[in-house]
């Protein structure tokens, strides 16, 4: 077990390595002027460019701007600060993460509630007119993109019936006083419902299909025949025979799932309009702004990291097949 | 009265393709304590006549017909609910493949107990000590600390034993056991035979056998049904179908036995496939494949009769008789040549 953690550590820090500097590279090889970004676009000035320049330390070869950006990183834990705006990109990423991270878990219990339910539902009765119904859903969830998704939620429930906001972010501790917006559970709730239903409908009905598919391929398992042949009612066939085997590969899924969503639900965001981390980064990338890029990226790496070593870890626990090595 | 007393049952099953006659009018009963061996290649419809009788196969698409009286109540068309305190209670099944018949995710002692608990009104401290007796009753060493393991910590023949264990639990009048010994190596196949028989002894359950295997039914059966294509070809004593086996199919299965004292080059073998059961042969079902196959074999289809001989010895053949006791007597002859 402790080797094992060791074991993935050390893969989990070559592999950040690896994923930042790639970026670096990528962000290096394209034809990019961070200073003409900090001096105001095309029309800078010689002089501001030079300052800039000198300022940011683009005048140092890559390796060595890499090598300052992972110093500073690893010893400071402070990814430095925004080309575009001064601004830390740790105080950035601070404001993005709450909002992106409230989208994806928000977003993960309503597509883990219809999985589940329209899932089992439809794997128990299979060809009846539910089911039916709900593989159509499925197609339709599968196929349409959420930025068509978002809108025509936003035009229907938003502009014509007038339900919910169409757009922005309200902080669940409550927003600043002095700012004027909204905050506090009841907003942040409010807020979220159209994004949630967004970002969820394209998961819901991956899970749907998948969480269908495992629950009737258990049904046919040798075990179930086996515990109705003890006797035991239908019911108790489905909980303790049934679910815990068809959900094992589920669990992979979501872990995997949510730690990708959280480098940002980009499309959902961004008809919503909601600040998340999918928002910065695409910010960032506008404005040629490494900094900005690089953080998200970090932050979206380690969240895959831990995510994917919890779901290894959870999976281990509920799957006695399973050791550690 | 018999414990179990099959009537005329039938199970079809309805696939894309049409329907599928799995099982055509099998009669027969058990006693209490006796041991039915139901022999036959795959597809005879021995597997699905039992789970009919245990109630186990996929309701949407299976038409059954017959009774099948247990104790005088027909479990055909018993509610749900009421089947299913016989099941595992009064009635248990053992299954071919110990290696899926098991959940993965539970210890086998969470597995024996719920037998337990599903029918006896007791506490999971009792389940467990009653587990703990039966799995030292199949020969599982240290069962006190093994009850804690998961069932991908046995081997296949310890499964198995678990297996029994489990549907032995609740003292059963009638255990089923599909082909239990198929998927196990041949040591291991014999080890779980005598368990089984000296287990009868200890329990006086009665116990259906179904298999393909000829020895195992000289092994354990008082009585066997012999099945081709869904339907019974013949039903005796188990001495006297070995004595006098009347149907050239059950001649087929003994003489494709492998014997140690006869120097031949290859087992024989009964030529042919069985049938497509969506699309049966007319006539005796058997007849494509029969080396004594005539012209009314084609065309109608041989009534299950008694012998002149033996009232209680079935048999669904139209050669007549004296062909019958001569190839039987040959058969037997050759037999006991090999035996020396």
Not at chain 1, 6 to 21: D, H, N
């Amino acid at each position: 077990m402790f080797r094992y953690l060791v074991r993935r550590t050390l893969w989990a820090i070559l592999l950040f390595i690896v994923i930042t500097f790639v970026t670096f590279v990528i962000f290096f090889i394209g034809p990019n002027n961070p200073a003409r970004a900090v001096c105001g676009g095309e029309q800078a000035k010689r002089e501001c460019l030079v300052r800039a320049t000198a300022k940011l330390g683009l005048d140092q070869p890559m390796p060595v701007q890499y090598w300052k950006f992972i110093k500073q990183l690893v010893i400071h834990q402070d990814l430095g600060e925004s080309f575009a705006t001064s601004q830390s990109v740790n105080e950035r990423i601070k404001e993005a993460a709450p909002v992106t991270a409230s989208l994806v878990f928000g977003g993960a219990i309503l597509w883990m509630i219809i999985g589940l339910s329209v899932g089992i539902f439809s794997a128990l009765k299979p060809r009846s007119l539910t089911d039916r119904f709900a593989m159509i859903f499925v197609l339709i969830g599968v196929s349409a993109h959420p930025v068509w998704i978002g809108l025509i939620l936003e035009y229907v429930f938003g502009v014509r019936l007038g339900w919910t906001p169409i757009a922005n972010y309200a902080n669940f501790f409550g927003a600043p006083s002095d700012s004027g917006q909204p905050g506090g559970p009841w907003q942040w709730f409010y807020h979220l419902i159209l994004p949630w239903c967004t970002f969820a409908l394209l998961f819901a009905a991956l899970y749907v299909r998948m969480i269908r598919a495992n629950v009737m391929e258990t049904l046919n398992e040798d075990f179930v025949r086996t515990a109705r042949a003890k006797g035991a009612p239908e019911r108790q066939v489905l909980t303790a025979h049934v679910l815990r085997n068809a959900l094992l590969p589920v669990v992979t899924m979501l872990g995997m799932d949510i730690g990708i969503s959280l480098g940002g639900a980009i499309f959902t965001e961004y008809v919503f309009q909601l600040p998340g981390l999918g928002q910065t980064a695409i910010i960032g990338i506008n404005n040629q702004d490494l900094a900005i890029v690089q953080g998200v990226i970090v932050f979206a790496t380690v969240a895959i990291i831990v995510f994917n070593l919890l779901v290894d870890l959870l999976y281990a626990w509920i799957d006695p097949r399973i050791r550690l090595t | 009265m018999a414990l179990l007393d099959v009537k005329d049952l039938s199970t079809s099953f309805r696939t894309e393709d049409g329907i599928v006659k799995a099982v055509e009018g099998v009669t027969f009963s058990v006693e209490k304590g006796q041991t039915l061996g139901i022999v036959g290649e795959s597809g005879s419809g021995k597997s699905v006549t039992c789970l009919t009788i245990m109630g186990l196969n996929a309701k949407r698409n299976t038409i059954t017909s017959g009774e099948a009286l247990w104790k005088g109540d027909d479990l055909v068309t018993m509610k749900p609910n009421d089947l299913r305190q016989v099941r595992g209670n009064d009635i248990s099944m053992i299954f071919q493949d110990p290696m899926t018949s098991l959940n993965p995710v539970h210890t086998i002692g969470r597995q024996l107990t719920e037998a337990v608990l599903l029918h006896r009104d007791v506490t999971k401290k009792v389940a467990r000590a009653r587990a703990v007796e039966l799995l030292g009753a199949v020969g599982i060493p240290r069962a006190q600390t093994r009850i804690d393991d998961y069932p991908h910590q046995f081997s296949g023949g310890m499964r198995q034993r678990v297996m029994i264990a489990m549907a032995l639990i609740n003292d059963p009048d009638l255990l089923i056991a599909d082909e239990p010994t198929t998927a196990l190596d041949v040591t291991t196949q014999a080890q779980i035979l005598s368990l089984m028989k000296t287990l009868q002894e200890d329990f006086g359950s009665a116990i259906i056998m179904i298999t393909h295997d000829l020895g195992v039914v000289a092994e354990l059966a008082d009585d066997v049904l012999v099945m081709y294509a869904a339907n019974v070809v013949e039903q005796a004593t188990v001495y006297d179908l070995f004595n006098q086996p009347q149907h050239p199919y059950t001649w087929g299965l003994m003489g494709s036995l492998p014997r140690l004292e006869a120097d031949v080059e290859r087992l024989t073998q009964i030529p042919g496939q069985p049938p497509s059961l969506l699309n049966p042969p007319r006539g005796c079902r058997f007849h494509p494949r029969c080396p004594y196959v005539m012209e009314v074999c084609k065309t109608t289809v041989p009534a299950l009769k008694p012998t002149s001989r033996d009232p209680a010895h079935l048999e669904k053949c139209h050669l007549d008789e004296e062909t019958k006791e001569r190839e039987a007597a040959k058969l037997l002859a050759a037999t006991m040549a090999e035996a020396g």
